[in-house]
């Protein structure tokens, strides 16, 4: 800590316009009927996909008490499904999420990002409301629509759904230099999305890419593409080759959902990474019947980078993690 | 040396990439929405020069480079080798071509330059932004030109070539941006 770094790395302008963001968002939703919530960032459980690291905190009920580890939330995502189970209706939240590690120049451990549920849509009327918002922010935006199989077979010639870990790798080693062994096809598929058609994005402007392998399903339901391949009904949205958000036709079989959990858990032990508790009250309310719907998760600090024209979100934040 | 993981990877940290000392010129922590994270590093062999790019895993490490830089007088050119001096220890050093490279143009003996040490052997030297070097040849000036209009060549006394105002006469000591290679000003 450096006592003369007291200032704010944004300047008081992007304060501003931050502000104004995100007072947009609250009208946009306001004028919608969406309700806003507010959901707790500390939990007993934690998140299950094994790429994501949560951060511990300790309660005590009293100081000299044992500490009982709570879980600062990486998204509100299991909290708003048990609000949807409990009839909630549409609703969407603003909240300050934490993820270990990331932290560069898109990234800050501690972060703000917008989640929002719609019982009844799906994730192509998803995509129309989350191109009406970050228009309403940025200016008119007309996005085009990519399937994830389409800008593989562009970009790279090869059909991600049916490419195995090894051809994968050789065409990786093409492009990307690395020292890297892993039989994953997933790992060689997110460093070809990362390093080589994110940046081709980069001049195509605003581009949703849907239909992802159903193997990077998350927690959206998998359902069967043009071709007959089993794929993700999940979409992300990328500016200017920068992710903003990403969305699901939320899975709300029970036991599908479980059985991820269970899965994500499994990889954890095998990568010899820290087994948390699994939210299983989400398997609950999913069993007591979530109502079919589409959810979102959009990076404010982003929207506000982009609202700005700046690629830094130190630009964008009154004090990131060195200064926070 | 010290390892350096690659959550420690920062702009300016030096490390040994396939045994040559390399700086890293850029650093970009890579997340997609879904997957592990990765670091992407734009790294600069710093003896060929060479600029490009690197993956590493968000566990991996490498060694760090002992590569320093030093602030040093520039002695003298002995035909072969260039030769400089750290002022308080009197440490002297001596740079091939390859080291000195471009700097070379810029370097007038007794003026205070970067040298880059890597293992103790000078691997490149950075002169100073603006050094104040001496016309040894240049055409006639034109009286009452100082305002506008046309350039012409100059050769300075390290034999560096630079385009100068056509008022500037031979004997003159001009100050130069050597980033640039371009005229400043008369010193």
């Given at each position: 800590m450096n006592p003369t770094q007291w200032q704010p790395t944004a300047s008081v302008d992007n304060l501003k316009r931050r502000a104004e963001v995100l007072a947009q968002i609250r009208q946009f939703f306001a004028r919608r009927g969406v309700m806003e919530v507010d959901t707790p960032v500390m939990s007993h459980c934690a998140v299950s996909d094994p790429f994501i690291d949560t951060i511990e905190t300790a309660y005590r009920p009293h100081f000299q008490a044992e500490a009982q580890v709570l879980y600062l939330q990486t998204s509100p995502e299991y909290a708003m499904k048990r609000l949807l189970a409990a009839g909630s209706g549409p609703i969407y939240q603003m909240a300050k999420a934490f993820r270990n590690g990331e932290y560069g120049k898109r990234h800050n451990p501690e972060f703000t990002m917008l989640e929002w549920y719609r019982p009844g849509f799906d994730d192509q009327q998803l995509m129309d409301e989350v191109e009406a918002l970050v228009s309403e922010v940025l200016g008119d935006v007309a996005i085009s629509h990519y399937s994830y199989g389409e800008l593989f077979q562009h970009y790279l010639g090869l059909d991600p759904h049916q490419a195995d870990a090894r051809q994968l790798a050789a065409v990786t080693r093409q492009h990307i230099e690395i020292e890297l062994d892993d039989d994953d096809p997933d790992t060689w598929l997110n460093l070809l999305m990362s390093h080589v058609i994110e940046p081709a994005l980069a001049s195509r402007g605003a581009v949703f890419v849907h239909d992802y392998p159903a193997s990077q399903a998350a927690l959206a339901k998998v359902k069967t593409g043009q071709d007959g391949t089993e794929v993700a009904a999940r979409f992300e949205l990328f500016v200017n080759g920068i992710e903003l958000a990403n969305g699901y036709?939320?899975?709300?079989d029970a036991a599908e959902q479980q059985a991820r959990l269970l899965k994500d858990q499994r990889s954890r032990e095998q990568l010899g990474l820290p087994c948390r508790p699994l939210e299983m009250r989400l398997v609950a309310a999913l069993e007591s019947g979530m109502p079919e719907c589409a959810g979102v998760a959009l990076g404010v600090d982003r929207l506000v980078m982009m609202a700005l024209g700046t690629s830094n979100i130190r630009d964008v934040l009154a004090f990131p993690l060195n200064r926070a | 040396m010290a390892n350096y993981s690659s959550n420690q990877f920062k702009n300016g940290l030096k490390v040994m990439i396939d045994g040559d000392p390399c700086n890293m010129v850029d650093v970009e922590f890579v997340k997609p929405g879904k997957g592990q994270a990765f670091t992407r590093v734009k790294l600069r062999n710093l003896l060929t020069g060479r600029i490009w790019e690197r993956t590493f895993k968000s566990n991996e490490s490498v060694e760090g480079a002992d590569v320093m830089d030093r602030d040093m007088e520039y002695l003298y050119f002995d035909g072969e080798m260039w030769h400089f001096m750290e002022p308080e220890s009197f440490d002297q050093v001596a740079a091939d071509e390859n080291a000195v490279a471009d700097a070379k143009l810029w370097l007038k003996e007794q003026d205070k330059v970067m040298v880059t040490l890597f293992n103790g052997n000078p691997i490149a030297v950075t002169p100073p932004n603006f050094v104040e070097l001496e016309v040894v040849e240049t055409d006639p000036g034109l009286k009452g030109d100082t305002a506008q209009g046309g350039s012409k060549p100059a050769t300075l006394s390290t034999g560096a070539v630079v385009r100068v105002p056509l008022f500037i006469n031979q004997g003159e000591v001009l100050k130069i941006d050597t980033r640039t290679g371009d005229y400043v000003s008369r010193a």
């Open positions: 036709h939320e899975l709300t | -």
